[in-house]
Each structure stands twice: as C-alpha cells, then as structure tokens.
C-alpha cells in the first residue's frame, strides 16, 4: 500500500514542478505487474470497510494520475497487467514494444478491475472489446494492444528510450497551458454534449487568448523561429 502512496506523492510532485513531461517505465524488465497477492497478506484486511479503505487509496493513485495538467507517457515493455496495464492506460501516450504483455488479469484471480480501467478501458477500445478483455483476463501483445488502439506506438524493445526521449520532445513543443485546457477538455468530453464542448471550448480559449504564450506562438510564427513558451 505504501507504494501506492508514493506514486500518488511522485505524481504531486511533478505537477508543482518545473518539469513539462513525465515518463513512466519500469525498474527492470517488466513495465508492472499490479498488486502484490501474497498469499500471506490476502486476509490482512479483515472487514469490508478495511479493505474499501485500502481500495480508495489505489483509487486516489488512479485518480492524481488522471488529474494531471501535464503530459504523461508510459514506456512499457515486458509485462503491463492487472493495475499496471490500467496504470499505462492511464498516461495520456503509451509507447510499447512488440515484447510487451497487457492483461486485465483481475477476473483470473478472483477480482475485477481497479485502477481506473472499468472507465479507461472502454474509452480506448470500445465496450464490445473492453468485456472481452475483462472478462477473459487474457494476454494481448504489443502488436495487437497497437492494433486495438492500446498503444500510440510500437518501437524496438532497444529504441523504447530513445523514442520516449523523442515523445517527451515533441510534448515539449506544445505551450503548457495550451495543453492544460486540451486535457481537460478531452478527459470530459465523454460525459458532455456538443454544445457542452463548444462552451468549453470557448471559455478556455478566450483564458488562453489573453496570454503571454498566445502572443508568443503568433510571434514565433511570424518570425519562423521555435517558440520559448513561459507557461503564462
């Protein structure tokens, strides 16, 4: 449970920070392989509410995660199941490689989905192949996870750096305010309408009109030159 903590307070910390992107990937081989089931420590919460409470806390992760105004990419290789591929999901790029695993692994022991991936899912691959998923807990690949839609891109298993370091880049170009308002919006945009959308739409465009990067990115422009954005 404390390593949940900690993700929710590194997530926290960068969004406070100067930094513009962050990348997730695994220490070792693998990208995460979810919850530790020690058997030793599966009754460890013995009431209900004990373990809604150990849930909220996972959810809260899940939540910080989602909640970021900054761009996030996972790069993941090897294995990404259970509330790890739910964690990879979660980040607003996903870079894999053909050597990757995904799996809504929970059904297969007993358990259904957290981490956010009864929502994110089906946002990503549709309701039809979100149950499948779900309900089989079976492995997909790096090549089909790309097929599905999982995956923004597939890379060698030895360029999967290189091309979050080239991602990371590409994210740095955009102004961080700019990319504020289009996450957001995007987050909401299953739960609005079109007219909900548009007035979104034109309450953050009409912040982001009356600023400093705005008249930078128009200037930059004009003057053919890489913009220097201040983030206000």
């Known amino acids: 449970m404390d390593g949940w903590q900690d993700l929710t ?8 920070s100067d930094q ?10 693998d990208f995460c392989a979810g919850a530790d089931l020690d058997p030793s420590r599966i009754n460890e919460f013995q009431t209900v509410t004990d373990r809604h409470r150990r849930m909220k806390i996972v959810g809260e992760t899940a939540l910080t995660l989602h909640r970021l105004n900054k761009p996030t990419i996972a790069a993941v ?3 990404a199941v259970g509330a790890g591929m739910n964690l990879a999901l979660g980040c607003d790029i996903v870079l894999a490689t053909a050597r990757s695993r995904f799996s809504e692994i929970f059904v297969r022991r007993g358990l259904t989905l957290d981490f956010g991936g009864s929502w994110i899912l089906p946002r990503i691959v549709g309701i039809q192949r979100a149950k499948e998923l779900a309900l089989t807990g ?4 790096g090549e089909e996870a ?16 290189d091309a979050a370091i080239s991602m990371a880049s590409e ?12 996450k957001q919006t995007l987050n909401a945009s299953f739960g609005m309408s079109l007219e909900d959308a548009l007035s979104w739409e034109g309450q953050s465009q009409a912040i982001l009109l009356g600023t400093e990067d705005a008249a930078e990115g128009v200037m930059s422009f004009n003057e053919k030159r890489d913009p220097e954005w201040k983030g206000r």
């Not at 307070?9 to 406070?16: H, I, L, N, T």
């Not at 790309?146 to 750096?161: A, F, N």
């Open 9 to 16: 307070r590194v997530f926290r910390e960068f969004e406070k």
């Open 20 to 29: 513009r992107i962050l990348v997730i990937r695994g220490a070792g081989d």
């Open 77 to 79: 290789d090897g294995v």
């Open 138 to 141: 079976r492995i997909v690949s």
């Open 146 to 161: 790309s097929q599905i839609g999982m995956v923004t891109k597939l890379v060698e298993p030895d360029h999967l750096e």
């Open 171 to 182: 994210l740095a170009k955009g102004a961080p305010k700019a990319q504020m308002f289009a």
